[in-house]
């Protein structure tokens, strides 16, 4: 599996940004995706999921209602659209895919390579 995250970048705080997660080799290992945050000097946290199946979405508190998770199953692509950002969203954003439902790392096998978030005040 493989997998490629795309889309970030500056910007001020009360933009919007759309990060793009391409996967390859889909399998039964890979029935959720995930995004999940590293700021500086932080763990790696749970930003929001989805199943390719029936798409279910879950998002973490701190983004709920701002952060909009989607996939597009006939392009292996999944989607982080992302509005009302503010400074404490800066970090490196991650895609990664796993078997299971989960909001820690653990749970998830394969990651991309993460795509830098940066929101000004």
């Known amino acids: 599996v493989q997998l490629q995250a795309s889309g970030g970048g500056l910007v001020q705080a009360g933009g919007s940004l759309r990060l793009s997660c391409a996967v390859s080799g889909l399998t039964t290992r890979t029935n959720v995706m995930a995004w999940f945050r590293q700021a500086p000097g932080k763990e790696r946290e749970f930003v929001a999921s989805i199943t390719w199946r029936n798409g279910n979405k879950y998002y973490a508190d701190s983004v709920k209602g701002r952060f909009t998770i989607s996939r597009v199953a006939a392009e292996s692509s999944v989607y982080l659209q992302m509005s009302g950002l503010r400074p404490e969203d800066t970090a490196v954003y991650f895609c990664?895919?796993?078997?299971?439902?989960?909001?820690?790392?653990?749970?998830?096998?394969?990651w991309g390579q993460g795509t830098l978030v940066t929101v000004s005040s």
């Open positions: 990664g895919t796993g078997p299971v439902l989960g909001s820690t790392p653990e749970a998830f096998e394969s």
